[in-house]
């Protein structure tokens, strides 16, 4: 669970426990690692801002499993920003880490973070796209592939582990519109969670009241 600025643990008890609080910093992505590590995207408090100053604070913070941070990554070794507003975070099997990172209320794009806060590389969508690219989901296949869904253009990009596109698959092509959360099973079945109404209730959440989970079977990737 989450509150404004601090991580909470809903115990079997049905108590609340703190686990992390952070100060003067919003929790916008949580992920947890198979080592029981808690990767979180955060951002100052306030006003959200996609046109970063020197006051914003962009980090992704390492925390072991009782809430104590091991590290945090906000420039990369050349000085620069690692992520400008971090959505969402997977990682693969070594741990490295992969997130969807918001540039402007329309573009999104994917960076690959090394579990030593390096960034291997950076995927900005196929040119060829109809829109810009607004990843909004993604999941790490067993073979360490990506597949990432793209509320925008309605598609599936699925990335091999360098970064570079393997194919672009329209999700509307099997019948899934706007392809808005993904979970990839052991088994290798991805579930695909797509809203009832528009877009533009994806944007506006009062709006999407409910969603359809739609079972998709996953070969080769």
């Not at 741990?95 to 090394?114: C, N, V, W, Y």
């Not at 073979?143 to 253009?153: E, F, K, P």
Request: hydrophobic share 40%.
């Amino acid at each position: 669970m989450q509150q404004e600025g601090k991580i909470m643990i809903l115990k079997p008890s049905l108590k609340i426990k703190l686990f992390h609080s952070f100060s003067g910093l919003l929790p916008r992505a949580i992920h947890i690692t198979k080592d029981d590590k808690v990767i979180v995207g955060v951002r100052e408090e306030g006003e959200r801002e996609l046109s970063l100053s020197e006051a914003c604070r962009r980090q992704i913070i390492i925390l072991d499993k009782n809430g104590l941070e091991e590290n945090v990554f906000e420039y990369d070794k050349d000085g620069k920003r690692i992520v400008s507003m971090p959505m969402r975070i997977k990682t693969n099997a070594d741990e490295d880490m992969l997130i969807i990172d918001r540039i402007s209320k329309l573009e999104g794009r994917i960076i690959f973070l090394t579990k030593n806060g390096n960034v291997s590389w950076v995927y900005n969508g196929d040119k060829a796209a109809l829109n810009l690219f607004k990843p909004w989901d993604l999941v790490v296949t067993a073979r360490d592939n990506v597949i990432i869904s793209d509320i925008a253009n309605q598609s599936f990009h699925i990335l091999n582990s360098h970064g570079q596109l393997l194919k672009m698959h329209k999700s509307v092509d099997i019948g899934l519109s706007f392809p808005i959360s993904l979970l990839m099973t052991q088994g290798g079945e991805l579930f695909v969670g797509t809203p009832t109404n528009s877009m533009d209730d994806i944007v506006d959440k009062r709006n999407n009241k409910s969603t359809h989970i739609f079972r998709v079977t996953v070969k080769g990737i």
